[in-house]
Each structure stands twice: as C-alpha cells, then as structure tokens.
C-alpha cells in the first residue's frame, strides 16, 4: 500500500504570498495516479489537480502541481482569502484509493 | 450538473449496522460511471471505502472489505453503503461521489455529496 505524506502539516501565509504545498509517496508512483483537492470548513473536498499537474475545471491558473516519481508539490503562486484551506494529496493504484493527511494553509 | 446528496441515521448503537443511501441527481447511474464511498474523521483522515459500477461490479478498501457491503438501486438513481458491526472508530463524516476513472489521466473523485456525520455512540 502506497503511503501519502503531506508536509507541512501547516503552513501559515498572507494573502498575495507563495504557497508550496509537498505531497511524499512511500514508493514511486506514476505521475497520472497523483490528485489534489481543496476542502474548507464544513464542506467537502473539491478537486483542484489530477494527473499531477492538470487543472480540473474552473480552477484558477493560480493553482498548479508539479512533480514525478515519490515527490509531488501544488503551488499556490499567489494567495487569494479564498484559497485558506486544507489540501489533500491523493493516490490511485493496484485497486487502492488513499489520502493524505492534509496540510492546512491558514491566514499569518 | 450533477449532484450528490447522502442521507442516513446520524446516531447509531455500538455492534450495529450503518446504512447510508446516496441520491443521485443531474445524471443517470446507468449511464456509466463508478461511484463510491468514503469517510473522513479526525483520527483516520480521509479513508475511501469502497466503489460500485451500475452493473453492481464493487471493490473495497481491503481495511473495511469484511465489514462493508455496497450497493445500486438503478430504478431510484441511487447507491446504498451498508458497514457492519461498528464501532466508536467508525464515527466519521460519510461522502459519497462519482469516481472519474481514464486510463491516461488516472482516477480521482468528482463531484462529491456534502456529507453526512454518522455517530456511533451508546
């Protein structure tokens, strides 16, 4: 079983700064298997990347993802009050969905 | 536009079994698609339990396949999640949503139903 992991658990920011958002798997994976979702207080999550680096629809192109192998990333280039939230990797392989744990971006 | 509405007992007993049913609307079941089911709670995070095609195909998260059981009425555009003998640990907020599978561009979950807490408690 593929193990996510997110770094930074938090990440403490201003609206208009950089977010670098990691996403480590415990073995290489293929780079169409890796998704990210933004998910707010009380709602659900919402899917902002798939294939690594492809924005879903209506993302804004202030979102992209980058990477390959065990190390992925979703930058965030600038900071919107609407993008503080929790964002979530996710992995799909050998019949086997898993998530994240989650970084949590919230207002410095 | 498609949308997801789960619905279900928010409190149920130690030992017994889960039902949550998930309405399908904006889209026929049939019409192809998996759908599925997944989970998230402070101590577990998100943990996906496990997806259904209209034909009642299924495949499980391995951690859960022993106790769930997932099922499609195509007559009421729905799909049903059954989790047996629960325990506290199975408190969570249950998702339900339409899994986007392409061989090229890999599989994720989109739309997702707004959730539902499920409380296990005596």
């Known amino acids: 079983e593929i193990v996510l992991t997110q770094s930074p658990g938090t990440l403490s920011l201003s609206p208009g700064e950089r977010a670098t958002l990691s996403c480590r798997a415990s073995?290489?994976?293929?780079?169409?298997?890796l998704v990210w979702y933004q998910q707010k207080p009380g709602q659900a999550p919402r899917l902002l990347i798939y294939g690594a680096s492809s924005r879903a629809t209506g993302i804004p192109d202030r979102f992209s993802g980058s990477g390959s192998g065990t190390d992925f990333t979703l930058t965030i280039s600038r900071l919107e009050p609407e993008d503080f939230a929790v964002y979530y990797c996710?992995?799909?392989?050998?019949?086997?969905?898993?998530f994240g744990p989650g970084t949590k971006v919230h207002i410095k | 536009q498609v949308q997801l509405q789960e619905s279900g007992p928010g409190l149920i007993k130690p030992s017994e079994t889960l039902s949550l049913t998930c309405a399908i609307s904006?889209?026929?079941?049939?019409?192809?698609?998996?759908w599925g089911w997944i989970r998230q709670s402070p101590g577990r995070g998100l943990e996906w339990i496990g997806n259904i095609y209209h034909s009642g195909d299924t495949y499980y998260n391995p951690a859960l396949k022993s106790r769930a059981t997932i099922s499609v009425d195509t007559s009421k555009n729905q799909f049903s999640l059954r989790l047996s003998s629960v325990t506290a640990a199975d408190t969570a907020v249950y998702y339900c949503?339409?899994?986007?599978?392409?061989?090229?561009?890999?599989?994720?979950?989109?739309?997702w139903g707004q959730g539902t807490l499920v409380t296990v408690s005596s």
């Open positions: 073995q290489s994976v293929a780079s169409n298997s």
């Open positions: 904006g889209f026929s079941i049939s019409s192809g698609f998996y």
């Open positions: 949503a339409r899994l986007m599978a392409f061989i090229t561009r890999g599989s994720w979950f989109d739309p």
């Open positions: 996710q992995h799909y392989g050998n019949s086997l969905f898993t």
